[in-house]
């Protein structure tokens, strides 16, 4: 360890020298960063994120019902490597008297993002010494503050674990064939399929790429290989364990994806949609001077493996007609890499003086605006799922030992999002009403029951109505984040405003939730 780290500080103190920039204060901001983003975004970005990873671990550790988890879960077609890994930690938890959900994940999200930390560094390491001063300037500052990145390297999503595990495996690929490296290179590659399927596209150009360019010829690729197997066997034990049954689930994904048919059932987009949406959610000009120099470095670097790796894995996704923005986000850490690149070559073909230099600081200063606006709370605030409500039911029940807590919402449960029930974030003592505004409290819940153990919730402006009620507290109030942002310049309705509400089928970007404490009437 201690020769480990004195190799880290002298790579640190040369990347310095060589760029003219801080590196270790960089590194220190860029982290701060990160940290300050994954304790407030914590609201997932799809439904898959939280009902097939945590739910699934939930479930497994008989803290909720198996019945109750999505139909992915009876037809097997889940991984199961990465609910046993957040299962693990869970258990590990519990035994030491931490029980609350809350800890679970965030846990599990810091300890990604450590994760994530230190396969960008080892990526640095790997690619900084290919590059020009200028471009190692690039890859630095691309790949510690391009704006998004907060929003997905702390995510335990499959996306996100899988890109992980195959930056790191491009790593020990383009090094010189060692035992160790090798082994290690399967076991990345290994896992990134695991992960997640689909990966296989960049998978198989890369061991091409071995094969073709890479040291160690096609010999080297059959050992890579072989270890790959090695894991995908392992994951099969695992998920055999987990589903109770034996079954390969590969094979199922494909069977109920594309053999029957389910996942073009969620959607069809035209192969092109990727080129619209990417700029646009990373926020042009920014956004579109990213991608136009990540498209600018494939063809001037044909033979790197990271265009192998992007290109296979892209064109695969181009063809398959269900496509969501989401799948991409296994390529954040490809982004600084061939950027960096692109640079480069740009940098050689462009002398940047005058209005190019104008442009480039404009870039920055529209990614720091951004980046910024990821540390405000309002920003992650809003969606349908939101686990600071969660939160706020967990806080009132605990607050009130050995009391319940009634919620009253028309649906009733108030833990149902997406048609399932959120049962990680449940709290034994919160208990969901289902009552009809307008009317007299429902039998189920005790009279006298005091305000601190009554809420309603709406989601509207409007004051609730119940019949008896001579008061309501508001206790919580939420709504979309972008519209509480625009708020504050005044243009909360402009047409982009009115776009985002659109985008990304967000049907519930109107809505609002307020919790009020109900105050009743006293009874005879």
């Not at 709290?427 to 009279?447: F, S």
Request: charged share 15%; no cysteine.
């Amino acid at each position: 360890m201690p020769a480990a780290l004195a190799r880290f500080r002298r790579f640190i103190a040369d990347e310095a020298r060589t760029t003219g920039l801080p590196i270790g204060a960089l590194i220190i901001a860029a982290v701060a960063l990160h940290v300050a983003v994954t304790l407030m975004a914590r609201n997932p970005w799809h439904p898959d994120e939280h009902f097939q990873i945590l739910e699934f671990a939930w479930a497994r550790a008989g803290l909720a019902p198996l019945s109750g988890l999505p139909w992915e879960f009876s037809q097997h077609i889940r991984p199961a490597l990465q609910p046993a890994l957040a299962m693990a930690l869970l258990d590990a938890m519990r035994a030491l008297g931490l029980t609350s959900p809350y800890a679970w994940t965030l846990a599990l999200r810091l300890g990604t993002l450590a994760l994530s930390f230190a396969v960008l560094l080892r990526l640095f390491a790997s690619v900084s010494p290919t590059l020009t001063p200028r471009g190692r300037r690039v890859l630095w500052l691309v790949g510690l503050f391009v704006w998004y990145a907060p929003l997905l390297m702390s995510r335990f999503t499959s996306e996100n674990l899988s890109g992980l595990a195959l930056a790191a495996a491009l790593t020990f690929a383009v090094e010189q064939p060692r035992r160790r490296g090798e082994l290690w290179l399967a076991l990345m590659l290994g896992l990134s399929f695991v992960f997640r399927f689909q990966m296989a596209f960049a998978i198989v150009p890369i061991l091409l790429w071995l094969g073709i360019y890479g040291s160690g010829g096609w010999a080297r690729v059959g050992r890579v290989a072989a270890g790959i197997a090695v894991v995908v066997v392992a994951s099969t034990i695992v998920d055999a364990w987990f589903y109770g049954t034996w079954v390969f689930t590969p094979w199922e994904y494909f069977r109920v994806n594309i053999v029957e048919g389910v996942a073009a059932g969620y959607g069809a987009s035209r192969w092109y949609a990727y080129f619209i949406w990417a700029p646009l959610w990373t926020a042009p000009p920014v956004g579109a001077a990213i991608i136009g120099l990540l498209l600018y470095a494939l063809p001037t670097h044909r033979r790197s493996p990271w265009t192998w790796a992007i290109v296979g894995f892209l064109v695969a996704h181009f063809v398959v007609s269900h496509k969501e923005l989401r799948f991409l986000f296994s390529l954040v850490y490809f982004v600084p890499v061939l950027v960096a690149l692109g640079w480069d070559v740009l940098e050689r073909r462009v002398r940047m003086v005058g209005a190019w230099r104008f442009v480039v600081w404009g870039l920055v200063a529209q990614n720091v605006v951004l980046a910024l606006l990821l540390v405000t709370p309002s920003v992650h605030r809003g969606k349908e799922f939101d686990w600071q409500y969660f939160l706020y039911l967990w806080t009132a029940a605990e607050a009130r030992p050995g009391r319940t807590v009634f919620v009253l919402q028309p649906e009733g449960d108030p833990y149902r999002v997406w048609n399932w029930s959120a049962n990680v974030y449940r709290h034994a003592r919160v208990r969901g009403v289902a009552y009809v505004p307008g009317e007299a409290l429902p039998t189920a819940v005790p009279k006298g029951t005091p305000p601190a153990e009554l809420l309603v919730v709406t989601r509207t402006a409007a004051l609730p109505v119940i019949a008896g009620a001579t008061g309501f507290d508001l206790v919580y109030e939420d709504e979309p984040g972008y519209r509480v942002t625009a708020r504050w310049v005044g243009a909360e309705q402009s047409v982009f405003i009115r776009y985002l509400e659109s985008v990304d089928n967000w049907t519930g970007s109107e809505w609002v939730r307020r919790v009020y404490r109900v105050r009743m009437a006293a009874t005879p």
